[in-house]
């Protein structure tokens, strides 16, 4: 069965998604819980199985889909995917169980089954086009819960979304046929399989543009400035759980394809365009944070923060060292818990006020204690405050390219210092002072059904700020061999500075230390 | 004194002609019960077409059989050219016609059903399509375009609605002008040439080096015209929405997958020799021509406020994309427009069927169309499996992966960049996120609107039978599970087009 885990974990959701329709509403949450426990159980025992000294690629499935062009099924999990797999796992799991009491719940649970199927389908897709297939796919869903159980533009929202995407990824397609039809000139045979193309070396040339047609498809998902415009809609008129989904999994699919397509297969082209992609990064960072001080809707500035972070991400990817990449890697993570836990808890007091303006609050720590701990905590995390999990990856990726450069990391140092000022300020409106309005003095704390979901998010960002090793060892590991590959394949005398020789160098774990 | 002219019956290969005689003969026959017997029901006319059709295929089967092992076979004064081309387009034109025809098996009684003729002028529709596309000589691909053409003019007309007569009235002017152009293109080439033969053609042209390159600019215009029209490239597209319109779901269906099928082939026989050529100015028109008619027609079937005419459009749209392939020119390329129309075919015989299936005799008040937007209104909630059904063709027409027109696409895009064409490419994968919009147009109503009245669901299923719905689960699993036929058939149809020599 192990032999099969991969498929097993793409496809069960699915499966179970179809079977769904047969169930009964009024037991269908009960349905999607018991559903979303099993795939979690199972993301955990490919965790368990997963042997963490191993770099490359595990659980290798492959199977011929249409030979006669090069387009196989196949999947594998390394380091780098593993704990983003986990991560979606978990995210339905608590996404279905903390749903509040919605209309047609059962489309609804049958549309994040469908969704979760396409987002674990992404990241262990070893297969350019099988990859894509999931990319895609994973906007029907989205589309759907933004569109039938968002806020009153909903339907704009959701169109803008998908248009957005869908754009950036048929670039991106085109830029994959291009490179099938490179490794056709090449090698005399068609593929789409991401390792074979990893041993491709193109000149830097055509590594320029094709990183650049790859690069508008990951960026809009990402979303990175100037591309961004569709996400703070998304997140306004989305459902709770289609923000916390969208937040904390699928945004990471374009940082995650950053790192598994842009930077091995284009190390050139990744170095030449390093400047660049830092100062948007920094930009985005630095700018949204602002954009985030200036809201009035508590969701927009949980949304605005999050764009922000993915910045840091961002930066810490094209820091093109293994500090940098693991650093962003663990940040995904951490920004998936974090954000996801946010956009939960802003959910948690719409249901009760059915508002999210943040001068529709104050004094709430007194109304609602618990909800005011959990939130401060998360914050503080969100901030990046030290023995949270969101410091971890936020001090690897500036540290990752603090050794690019000492001035722009600094510049993205000072981002931090502008989120602890939005959040802080946000929290200050919202939880302290007196209660000002009537209708907040009877609000009701977190009850058992939102505590089920927030206590999980709360345990993991303290344990893995304190102790991350067990997550950041195999993440490691597969970003060593990842800036290794990219050190052999660079060609330009400028890359192959800049790209560390892993190899050459005994990593000392003691940096990965420094997290704590 | 005329010395008698000895020509031996196994030189003429008669066998070529056999797939085309069939239809014609299930027509006669049909028109022969009719003699004796009137009144009877549309089921025994539409069952008598399937048989022949399923003759037909398996004529094709054998045609097929004998090329692979023989290859290219002529016929009756090498008049007849049975290659790879004609095979897979007679495939696709008899297979779409099999399921098309049993289309006419509606829950509600159409006034063209009742007449046997319809049935009869369909099979000799199909016949003079396997004419045009089993020949290189002009003037049987002119007799067979009329035959076809005439023979569909009149199966909109018998609609019997107001709408109807204009869509024939409307098709039949625009095609007898496109006769007229076609007829004068053949004349400038013979002219040139000597030949009607499309091959003859391309060897004389070739052995004078293109001297007269006015001329054969003359007769290319003309030509490129006629196909336009025929193609509905835009230009020459103006009947078609309002074709579409006017016919019934099922027939604008047709309309939309087997005499373009048909067209494609002639196209591919007589403007790939052009095309290498080196001819340059024909490049360049043909370039334009493709990008204008993918982008235009995706941009006004933004603003349809009629799903049916909405696909009018696309299928324009969708014709541009595949026009592409004749300007590629390569094996790839001419073989991704065998497999896109395939794929295609499926697709579109889901969407069409699904209209079908939703026809109503009577309007309410808020709908201004037969199959206006508002009509599809929170069918999610009325009538769930049929909405996630055409939502599936939706997102097929959109060109999302895993669904069949995702493949046609892939492999599309992937000729244009091994043929060079990069920008084209890119053009190609823009005009798929502009289409992106009005296919989600669709989806947001059915899935996110509330329903404008209350109604069960009805009236989706208003004009359903057991046959209808056949239809629509055999092209749902058809487009959802392409990709595990997409291996086979690839190789099949690259095969095919290689050993034609394209």
Request: net charge neutral; hydrophobic share 55%; proline share 3%.
């Amino acid at each position: 069965m192990l032999d099969h885990i991969l498929s097993i974990l793409i496809f069960f959701p699915m499966v179970a998604g179809i079977f769904g329709f047969m169930v009964h509403k009024d037991s269908m949450r009960a349905y999607g819980v018991a559903v979303g426990v099993i795939e979690f159980s199972l993301s955990l025992w490919l965790w368990f199985a997963f042997d963490n000294n191993v770099s490359g690629m595990q659980f290798m499935e492959h199977l011929p889909l249409v030979p006669a062009f090069g387009i196989n099924y196949i999947l594998g999990v390394d380091g780098i995917s593993l704990f983003i797999i986990i991560l979606a796992a978990f995210f339905t799991m608590i996404g279905i169980a903390s749903l509040p009491d919605t209309k047609d719940v059962k489309n609804m649970i049958i549309t994040l089954l469908f969704l979760q199927m396409t987002m674990i389908g992404v990241f262990a897709a070893l297969d350019a086009i099988v990859f894509y297939v999931f990319w895609e796919l994973s906007l029907v869903p989205m589309l759907y819960i933004i569109g039938a159980w968002g806020g009153p533009r909903r339907i704009y929202a959701s169109i803008k979304f998908f248009l957005y995407t869908f754009t950036g990824s048929l670039v991106m397609l085109v830029g994959m046929l291009f490179m099938a039809y490179f490794f056709y000139q090449a090698t005399g045979t068609w593929s789409f399989a991401i390792l074979d193309w990893y041993r491709l070396i193109l000149p830097e040339s055509f590594q320029l543009w094709l990183f650049a047609a790859f690069f508008v498809g990951f960026a809009i998902k990402v979303p990175m400035f100037p591309f961004h415009t569709w996400l703070p809609y998304a997140h306004g008129q989305a459902p709770t759980i289609g923000s916390v989904i969208l937040a904390a999994i699928l945004l990471k699919m374009g940082t995650y394809a950053f790192i598994r397509f842009s930077l091995p297969l284009f190390p050139d082209a990744s170095v030449y365009f390093m400047y660049p992609i830092a100062i948007i990064a920094i930009i985005m960072i630095i700018y949204t944070a602002m954009v985030a001080y200036a809201q009035k809707d508590v969701k927009q500035v949980v949304a605005y923060s999050s764009v922000s972070h993915m910045g840091v991400i961002v930066l810490g990817t094209f820091a093109l060292n293994v500090e940098g990449i693991s650093g962003s890697v663990f940040l995904m993570l951490a920004h998936g818990v974090v954000s996801g836990a946010l956009f939960l808890l802003v959910g948690v007091i719409y249901e009760r006020r059915h508002t999210k303006m943040m001068d529709q609050f104050g004094g709430l720590a007194k109304v609602m204690p618990r909800y005011a701990t959990i939130f401060g905590l998360m914050m503080m995390a969100s901030v990046g405050m030290p023995l949270t999990i969101n410091f971890v990856g936020e001090f690897l990726s500036l540290l990752g390219f603090y050794q690019q450069s000492h001035i722009l990391t600094l510049l993205a140092g000072i981002a931090i210092i502008v989120g602890a000022i939005y959040m802080l300020a946000a929290y200050k409106k919202m939880f302290f002072g007196e209660v000002t309005i009537e209708e907040n003095r009877n609000l009701p704390d977190v009850n058992k059904r939102e505590l089920l979901a927030l206590i999980p998010l709360a345990m993991i960002t303290i344990w893995l700020g304190i102790y991350p090793k067990p997550v950041l060892g195999p993440i490691n590991n597969s970003a060593e061999a990842v800036v290794q590959l990219m050190h052999n394949k660079a060609t330009s005398e400028e890359a192959k500075l800049r790209i560390p020789n892993v190899s050459g160098v005994v990593i000392s774990k003691t940096s990965m230390k420094e997290g704590h | 004194m005329l010395s008698p002219v000895n020509v031996s019956l196994e030189s003429l290969n008669l066998m070529t002609l056999a797939p085309m005689i069939i239809p014609i003969v299930g027509a006669l026959l049909i028109l022969i019960i009719d003699i004796f017997k009137g009144g009877l029901d549309k089921t025994l006319y539409v069952m008598i077409s399937i048989l022949f059709l399923l003759l037909d295929f398996i004529a094709l089967l054998n045609a097929g059989g004998v090329f692979a092992k023989d290859g290219i076979m002529l016929g009756v004064f090498d008049v007849m050219l049975i290659d790879g081309l004609a095979i897979l387009s007679q495939y696709i034109i008899v297979g779409a016609s099999i399921f098309f025809i049993a289309l006419a098996l509606s829950k509600k009684i159409f006034h063209e059903y009742s007449y046997p003729e319809f049935f009869a002028l369909f099979l000799f529709m199909i016949s003079g399509f396997q004419f045009m596309v089993a020949s290189d000589n002009l003037i049987l691909i002119f007799v067979g375009l009329e035959t076809a053409s005439l023979a569909l003019y009149t199966l909109i007309a018998l609609h019997n609605r107001d709408k109807s007569f204009e869509a024939a009235v409307k098709y039949f002017t625009m095609g007898a002008l496109a006769a007229g152009l076609y007829s004068f293109g053949s004349m400038v080439f013979y002219a040139l040439t000597g030949s009607i033969e499309i091959n003859q053609i391309a060897t004389v042209l070739a052995a004078n080096e293109y001297a007269d390159i006015g001329y054969v600019l003359v007769a290319v215009v003309f030509m490129l015209a006629s196909f336009g029209f025929k193609l509905s490239l835009v230009p020459f597209h103006t009947w078609t929405p309002d074709v579409y319109e006017g016919s019934s779901a099922a027939m604008a269906g047709y309309m939309s997958i087997v005499p373009k099928i048909a067209a494609f082939v002639v196209a591919m026989r007589l403007f790939e020799f052009l095309i290498h050529s080196n001819v340059v100015w024909l490049e360049v028109v043909l370039y334009a021509m493709v990008v204008i008619t993918m982008t235009a027609a995706n941009i006004w079937a933004l603003v349809q406020s009629d799903v049916k005419r909405m696909l009018a459009y696309s299928s324009i749209s969708h014709a541009g994309f595949v026009m592409a392939a004749i300007l590629i020119g390569t094996t790839q390329s001419n073989s991704a427009l065998f497999l896109y129309w395939i794929l295609f075919s499926f697709t579109n015989l889901g969407s069409f069927t699904m209209l079908w299936m939703s026809r109503q005799k009577e309007l309410p008040g808020y709908q201004k169309s037969d199959h206006s937007f508002e009509k599809f209104s929170g069918m999610i909630k009325t009538s769930p499996i049929a909405a996630v059904v055409m939502a599936i063709f939706m997102l097929s027409l959109a060109g999302l992966p895993p669904f069949a027109l995702f493949w046609g696409k892939i492999y599309m895009i992937s000729s244009a960049v091994t043929g060079g064409y990069t920008v084209l490419a890119l053009i190609m994968a823009l005009n798929s996120a502009i289409a992106g919009y009005y296919y989600i147009k669709l989806i947001v109503f059915m899935f996110m609107k509330e329903p404008v009245v209350d109604s069960n669901g009805e009236v989706y299923v208003g004009n359903a039978t057991t046959a209808t719905k056949a239809i629509v689960g055999f092209s749902l699993i058809g487009t959802i599970f392409a990709f595990v036929a997409l291996n086979p058939i690839l190789e099949f149809v690259t095969t095919y087009v290689y050993n034609s020599g394209y």
